[in-house]
């Protein structure tokens, strides 16, 4: 295949998916706001975002359009959104696009283990996972101290994007961290156990990904219109 006709094909296919879903909003969600994150008898292991509400900043692709903008997310509880099962809970709506929404399909576990947890010394690089009473089940919070008094921490989800006026969806995949600038994570833990709330700016990344179907229409649409234009190059010589 001569290199015109590779660019042309790459072209094509690169073009698929957004004449396929023109309606939907792919590309990356940049967003901020603040999350209380607290464990009680009630609300054990929640995250509830202030106002219910974020703010968008620069993001790539469809979601671009909405730089500056705001929505709304609804809180994070274990329970019911227990980790590493399926889920079906709404998440977020956007104010300058109702008819998009974001369900919470999945919320992973966190990976760093429990044995840092009881580590009494803060240190840099120090990592943890915490378990009971901090959740009735495994936590989503991957906890790291960055030195002896700051620490950061951050969950992973799987979710839908749907479109209630073309009733289509595609995935989204999700990353939230919340950074502490005066405290390790001992300190967060023992505010949290101690019934408190600790209080924390977030950010959080959203990202859209092709289905399976889509993406093996993209590689038959890549090879039939290779093998067009080989074959149309072919018939000009003759």
């Given at each position: 295949?001569?290199?015109?006709?590779?660019?042309?094909?790459?072209?094509?296919?690169?073009?698929?998916?957004?004449?396929?879903?023109?309606?939907?909003?792919?590309?990356?969600?940049?967003?901020?706001?603040?999350?209380?994150?607290?464990?009680?008898?009630?609300?054990?292991?929640?995250?509830?975002?202030?106002?219910?509400?974020?703010?968008?900043?620069?993001?790539?692709?469809?979601?671009?359009?909405?730089?500056?903008?705001t929505g709304t997310i609804q809180p994070i509880t274990n329970?019911?959104?227990?980790?590493?099962?399926?889920?079906?809970?709404?998440?977020?709506?956007?104010a300058i696009a109702p008819n998009i929404t974001i369900t919470?399909?999945?919320?992973?576990?966190?990976?760093?283990?429990?044995?840092?947890?009881?580590?009494?010394?803060?240190?840099?690089?120090?990592?943890?996972?915490?378990?009971?009473?901090?959740?009735?089940?495994?936590?989503?919070?991957?906890?790291?101290?960055?030195?002896?008094?700051?620490?950061?921490?951050?969950?992973?989800?799987?979710?839908?994007?749907?479109?209630?006026?073309?009733?289509?969806?595609?995935?989204?995949?999700?990353?939230?961290?919340?950074?502490?600038?005066?405290?390790?994570?001992?300190?967060?833990?023992?505010?949290?156990?101690?019934?408190?709330?600790?209080?924390?700016?977030?950010?959080?990344?959203?990202?859209?990904?092709?289905?399976?179907?889509?993406?093996?229409?993209?590689?038959?649409?890549?090879?039939?219109?290779?093998?067009?234009?080989?074959?149309?190059?072919?018939?000009?010589?003759?």
């Amino acid at each position: 295949m001569t290199k015109s006709v590779l660019t042309l094909s790459i072209a094509a296919m690169l073009s698929i998916p957004f004449a396929a879903r023109a309606d939907l909003i792919t590309g990356v969600l940049n967003f901020t706001g603040e999350a209380n994150i607290s464990s009680s008898i009630a609300t054990p292991g929640s995250v509830v975002f202030t106002g219910n509400a974020f703010s968008i900043v620069p993001s790539t692709g469809g979601f671009a359009a909405l730089d500056g903008t705001t929505g709304t997310i609804q809180p994070i509880t274990n329970p019911p959104d227990a980790v590493d099962v399926p889920l079906d809970q709404p998440l977020m709506t956007f104010a300058i696009a109702p008819n998009i929404t974001i369900t919470l399909t999945e919320l992973y576990a966190g990976i760093d283990g429990e044995a840092g947890c009881v580590d009494p010394v803060a240190t840099a690089g120090q990592v943890c996972t915490p378990a009971p009473p901090i959740s009735t089940d495994v936590s989503p919070y991957n906890l790291q101290n960055t030195s002896a008094t700051t620490s950061s921490a951050s969950f992973n989800i799987v979710g839908v994007e749907h479109d209630s006026l073309t009733d289509t969806n595609i995935g989204v995949v999700g990353s939230f961290s919340d950074p502490s600038v005066d405290m390790s994570y001992q300190g967060i833990l023992g505010v949290i156990e101690g019934g408190g709330t600790f209080t924390t700016p977030f950010s959080a990344q959203i990202s859209t990904t092709p289905e399976p179907a889509t993406l093996t229409e993209l590689m038959m649409g890549f090879g039939l219109v290779g093998i067009g234009l080989v074959y149309r190059k072919k018939l000009r010589r003759a």
